[in-house]
C-alpha cells in the first residue's frame, strides 16, 4: 500500500530478486526513460520533470519451514518531483509490483 505522503528518499525491503525488479521496471514506471548501471544495482527513471533513482542490494532470503523468498534491500530517491508527482508514481510503481496474496 501506497502511503498518502512519499518522501524524497526511503528504502523498503521488497521480496523479489534484481532480476524480477528490472523485469518490472518498463511497466512500473510508464513512460520513463530507464538507465540500469553496468553492475546491474542501480537504476534511473527518468520523466520530463524530474527523476526517481532506485538502488539496490540483494539480502539472506527469507525462509519460512520450506519456503524461501528473495529479498532486496531497495533505496528510492526522487529529484525534482513535487508530492503529487511522487505520491503518483509510486502508486503505480506499487501496483505494478504487487504480489499476490491480500
Known sequence: MTPTFVPE??????G???A???AWLPRALPGAQLQTDG???RN????TQGRMELSWQPLPPRRMALLEIPQLAVRFTYAD???AERYRIQRCFDLQT???GG
Open 16 to 18: 523479489c530478486t534484481a
Open 81 to 83: 518531483l513535487g508530492d
Open 39 to 41: 553492475a546491474g544495482q
Open 20 to 22: 524480477e525488479l528490472l
Open 9 to 14: 528518499t526511503f528504502e523498503r525491503v521488497m
Open 98 to 100: 504487487h504480489r499476490g
Open 44 to 47: 534511473v527513471a527518468s520523466w
